[in-house]
């Protein structure tokens, strides 16, 4: 009677046996899910081959060549709202309105030109100027200025020139973060790159490979690693006025999960760290449990990459980020050499898949623990 018991139990076991703890999917329900047809899946899933090699070495920076311009900003930049400037007025001969005094002790008594003391760009951006009246300041250029100036004196003082400078130049950039002090940067007017700025803000104070510099102009905002502006020079992009950067410790770090070793996340503290590289420092495959032919890589990449791969992909959808898992085969002596060729980078996971012997063998396990249970209940009846 016990055994008429037992034996239901021990099919539902058996035709259970998919459902017995995992660490994470098989491979067969990663690239083929069951009930799922392969055209519906959410991501790509691509088999890399040497085909595939030359896009994924040359994968897109995501960096500031591409956002920001590499030219320097006018070498003549606008006056703004709050700037401070001194004006300088210069007349032809003596006898003029600014040639016969020295008022507020700026210059000597028939001298021909005078310094006006120093004032600020007013919120209606204009500036006082005697005998000239209120002349418009913001959005001009200091020559611009000058310029106005001379229109409006020119009937009035004797051939006028105009000198306009400014004090604490407006045009600045603002650098904050952790990893930096923070300062606002005026900007030479020969134009300054974005590792100048930072150097005149107090420096770095965190390694490379663990900083990131995020850079925002205004709607525009990208951010990279300190360790990438210092390889590529063409990342390091002209700063204009208005432009905050951000600098801040944020160390990149990729997941390893499945028949791996251990299952953590682990810093990328070489770049460029390749995934053979990622995969031995995970500690490698477990021999009794990975299936090598399974290796995956999983991350959001670049449009750009995905039409290089897969053209007709379903899931391009403009420069949008495609979810895509490149799947590598350990069991083949010459996906070693591909994985030696592909970058791992920031929030990349990588996952090893059980062998389908392991649900197995954890299914003998279970048998195991039902045929052992049975045991007892004989000896239990036995001794009753």
Known sequence: MKKLILLPLLFGLLAGCSNLPASGPTASMVVEPTGTEVADLPYEVIDVTESDLPALRNRPVNAFAGRFSSHAPAPSQALSVGDQVVITIFE???????????????????????????????????????????????????????????TKLKDKAIEPQVIVSTQGNGAAATVTGDATGAARVALSLKGDRLLDVIAQAGGVKTLPHETKVRLTRGSTSESALLETILR????????????????????PVFVALGAVAAQKDYPIDDEPMTLLQAVAKAGGLIDTQADSSAVFLFRR????????????????????PVPVIYRLRFDKAGDYFFAQQITVRDKDMIYVANAPTVQFSKFVTVIRGVTSTVGAFKSTATVN
């Not at 590529?232 to 160390?251: F, H, L, S, T």
């Open 232 to 251: 590529n020079p063409k990342e390091d992009v002209y700063v204009y006025p208005g432009d905050k950067i951000y600098v801040y410790r944020d160390a």
């Open 92 to 150: 032809a001969a003596g006898g003029g309105l600014f040639s016969n005094t020295a008022p507020m002790g700026t210059t000597s008594a028939g001298s021909r030109n005078i310094a006006l003391p120093p004032q600020t760009v007013d919120r209606d951006g204009s500036l006082s100027v005697p005998y000239a009246g209120r002349v418009p300041a913001a959005g001009r250029t200091p020559a611009a200025v000058a310029k106005a100036i001379e």
């Open 301 to 320: 990449e670049a449009a750009s990459v995905v039409r290089a791969l897969r053209p007709n992909s379903r899931h391009l959808a403009g420069n949008e």
